[in-house]
């Protein structure tokens, strides 16, 4: 199986040595992305819906770039500084998703990197 990078510029270019997603046959690996302006390369300012919806913006370019979108997303891994934002990411992920949800998993962690409050992973399935 062939493994192909998908690359996005309207999302922020990778942190190190990996891609924003790969395409291994149907399947796309969206690498976690952190809510960091593409225009900038710096965290957005604002609260945690502000910063998850940044979060979700930038998988969207990245889903757009490799021919997909929400609706073939089967997985989600959130990560978040502070689990007291459960709710206000729920609230900013439904915007994103319709029924049937994907599963997903939701991860507490000490830090994010450049100091974000939440980062977001996903897996999808074209032509599922």
Known sequence: MTRMPV????????????SQA???????????????????????????A???????ENLKAV??????TFDDVVRVGIYMT???????????????????YPARSTIGVAALPKGAAVEVDVVAVKGR
């Open 82 to 100: 502070d689990l007291g934002n459960f709710g206000a990411v729920n609230e900013v992920m439904q915007k994103y998703f319709r029924e049937p």
């Open 22 to 48: 790969v395409r291994a046959g149907d399947t796309l690996y969206l690498s976690g992305q952190v809510p960091l302006d593409p225009a900038t390369g710096e965290i957005v300012v604002g609260d945690i």
């Open 7 to 18: 690359y996005s510029e309207a999302a922020p270019k990778a942190l190190g040595p990996y």
């Open 50 to 56: 502000v910063q998850a919806t940044r979060v979700f």
């Open 63 to 68: 889903l757009t770039a490799a021919g997909a």
